[in-house]
Nanobody, 124 residues
Framework: QVQLVESGGRLVQTGGSLRLSCVAS????????IGWFRQAPGKEREFVAV?????????YADSVKGRFTISRDKANKKSVYLQMNGLKPEDTALYYC????????????????WGQGTQVTVSS
């Protein structure tokens, strides 16, 4: 069983920046492949970014490429961050981190443990 806790979401103005954190616990593994997803009201939960446990390679949704950066804490590999710059109102959503289980990284059902989410609101 893996527990994931997100933090860092808040209200920010258009063009602003935020850093979200995700901390994993409850397993003997030293690190995980962690993905970030987001869900806006009335919309499906969508993939945002992922960092792979084997080599820290990263992948992003086209909508955030060049603005968001996912990274892992070098000292504590169970902590993952999402740096969000150039925020837009359309980035407003509940942001979740999740532990990847199998398969392609941008598919929600391929993640088996999820956090409760942290709210990001971008005002125009």
């Amino acid at each position: 069983q893996v527990q994931l806790v997100e933090s860092g979401g808040r209200l920010v103005q258009t063009g602003g920046s935020l850093r979200l954190s995700c901390v994993a616990s409850g397993s003997i593994l030293n690190s995980y492949t962690i993905g970030w997803f987001r869900q806006a009201p009335g919309k499906e939960r969508e993939f945002v970014a992922v960092i792979v446990d084997s080599d820290d390679s990263t992948y992003y949704a086209d909508s955030v490429k060049g603005r968001f950066t996912i990274s892992r804490d070098k000292a504590n590999k169970k902590s993952v961050y999402l740096q969000m710059n150039g925020l837009k109102p359309e980035d407003t959503a509940l942001y979740y981190c999740a532990a990847h289980y199998f398969g392609t990284y941008d598919v929600r059902r391929n993640y088996n443990f999820w956090g409760q989410g942290t709210q990001v609101t971008v005002s125009s």
